[in-house]
């Protein structure tokens, strides 16, 4: 039975029309030596205080006040956001953090395998990286940091390589590559060849797509480019990060937008993935004065329903006729086994549609890139061309189907098989020492929540319960939730009075209990725990700059 959630709402002290004091002085601190706040004495913001201030530090590198959701909130570790059958995997714990990051290139990488810094690195380092590499430099004061560690000395670089290509495996986090880990031996022999940099990290949450590819893009976190989550708040409007497949909300110019601009376009620039949520890992195309329409090709129809933004992109027409999908489709139906129309047990869609968590993709898309590299003629003269691909069947099956089950030891294979095909390919067309390689992952994946004892919280039901403790309806109050924050509609809380705050209380107080769904029958092993809180932290996000200043104090 769920408790009185109204009831307890109304409890909470009511700090109605307060607003956070974001600077203090420097000799403004309490006895125990902690800054001082005039939010001090509240229960959330102890409590978020007292998160470990690493994971307050990647929410704060992906916060953008008044783009990022309204309320931030730290489930109680494992929990996350999702159900028994669906995983998500947004925030600041190290297994979603926790990524691989190779660079390859013979001439361009030294060949030192695994190899450890002594300092933190993130995806962030990429870009200034592959800039190290093209002789340029990123505009601005920007987070990340070249790893000059893995290349050859510079004066060991005659030129810069002709193509430089980043392979992004969506969703392939060291947690799921450590599950399966005899299912990407290629990738292992890139590692060994090339150096695979240990103990990388995002370094920012939300740890979603959106927003990693484009701090792989810019060299610098959600906090500077603006890319906080796949929806932004945009004045009173929570429209997606990437609007109809552009980068207008993307603040600042991408390593591929600052390079093309300064050798006159004549670099060759191109994307092939998903959807728009990649585009910040290439950059901005014709939106930038003075710039040209790079290519973007975004797949989430069938083999010739590729799409893209024809104000900012191209698209090529060729690729709508590459031939081979019907191959790839009977390929991935007898990989199990057996030609029955079927993968692993599952039906294969009858549009075997890009998104359909399938491999089919994963074997087409290596089609789509090298039709393009030679069509283009990327790597074909002394220009340096800039390649950008995302795979996402990845992700898409750890969502569907989990990262513990055999799907994803297919899928990484597939994937795995893929990508020596395109080193492959690349060696025979452009030249082996001719072009460079940087592989990383945007995330882990959410393991199943029974194996680890998480609760997987409902975020249908906890709209619900909130909304109710508020008193309107669910449309009436959230623009849009995450599992990272909610957005709220400004009118409303204004009419109603609503404090984030006291919402910020109730989600403390709020348990497993409260989170079942009607009907919903709820696991032996969870009968016992129906107490147990699910959130460990939860506060206004205008008052991150306060919880990280009482953080940073108490460390």
């Known amino acids: 039975m769920k408790r009185p959630l109204v009831l307890a709402l109304i409890t909470v002290t009511l700090i109605a029309g307060a607003t956070f004091a974001l600077s203090r002085d420097d000799d403004d ?35 953008v006040i008044g783009k990022s959701a309204d309320i931030t909130y730290v489930p109680a570790f494992p929990n996350y956001f999702g159900t028994f059958a669906v995983s998500t995997h947004s925030g600041p714990w190290d297994y979603l953090q926790r990524v691989p990051l190779v660079f390859y290139g013979p001439g361009y990488v030294e060949g030192h395998g695994d190899m450890t810094l002594d300092r933190p690195v993130t995806v962030a380092d990429i870009a200034p990286t592959l800039a190290e590499l093209l002789g340029t430099d990123l505009p601005g004061e920007r987070a990340g940091v070249p790893i000059t560690e893995a290349l050859v000395d510079p004066e060991d670089r005659a030129t810069p390589p002709k193509l430089i290509v980043l392979v992004v495996w969506d969703g392939a986090g060291w947690n799921v590559l450590e599950e399966w880990p005899q299912a990407w031996p290629f990738l292992r022999s890139l590692m060994e060849d090339g150096t695979s940099i240990q103990d990388a990290a995002v370094g920012s949450s939300p740890s979603v797509t959106p927003a990693v590819h484009t701090t ?26 990437f609007p109809d497949k552009s980068a207008r909300f993307l603040e600042i110019p991408t390593l591929a937008d600052s390079f093309d601009a300064e050798v006159d376009n004549a670099a060759k620039v191109a994307m092939i993935a998903e959807r728009g949520w990649h585009l910040g890992m290439m950059g901005h195309g014709s939106l930038l004065d003075g710039a040209d329409k790079d290519i973007a090709v975004m797949s989430q129809g069938g083999a010739g ?25 009977a390929a991935v139906d007898a990989s199990d086994g057996k030609s029955d129309g079927r993968w692993r047990g599952h039906r294969i869609p009858e549009l075997h549609r890009a998104g359909a968590a399938n491999p089919v993709w994963t074997r087409f898309q290596a089609r789509l890139i090298e039709t393009l590299v030679r069509r283009e003629r990327f790597g074909a003269d002394d220009t340096p061309d800039l390649l950008f691909t995302n795979f996402k069947e990845i992700d898409l099956i750890g969502h569907v189907y989990n990262m513990v089950n055999p799907e994803m030891r297919s899928i990484l294979r597939h994937s795995d098989a893929s990508l020596e095909r395109l080193v492959s390919f690349l060696d025979d067309q452009v030249g082996s020492g ?49 599992p990272t924050g909610m957005w709220f509609h400004p009118p409303t809380m204004a009419k109603r009075k609503v404090d984030l705050a ?49 953080a940073r104090g108490r460390a």
């Open 29 to 63: 601190v309490t006895s125990n030596g902690l800054p001082s706040s005039p939010l001090a004495g509240e229960h959330w913001f102890e409590q978020s205080c007292e998160l470990p201030l690493e994971l307050l530090e990647r929410i704060e590198r992906g916060t």
């Open 434 to 482: 001719e072009w460079v390689l940087a592989f990383t992952a945007d995330h882990g994946s959410g393991p199943d929540p029974r194996t680890i004892g998480a609760w997987p919280i409902s975020m249908p039901q906890l709209q619900v319960d909130v909304a109710t403790a508020v008193g309107v309806r669910v449309t009436k109050l959230f623009q849009a939730q995450r």
């Open 216 to 241: 792989m893009g810019t060299g610098t976190f959600p906090a500077q480019h603006g890319i906080v989550d796949i929806p932004i708040r945009n004045g009173n409007r929570v429209p997606d990060s």
């Open 305 to 329: 329903e590729l799409t893209t933004n024809e104000f900012y992109y191209r698209l090529p027409r060729y690729l709508r006729n590459v031939p081979g999908f019907e191959d790839d489709i």
């Open 502 to 550: 006291e919402i910020a209380e109730l989600l403390l107080d709020y348990r497993i209990e409260d989170n079942v769904e009607p009907n919903q029958v709820v696991p032996s092993e969870y009968a016992s725990r129906s107490k147990e809180r699910l959130f460990a932290a939860a506060f206004p996000t205008s008052a991150l700059p306060d919880v990280m200043a009482c």
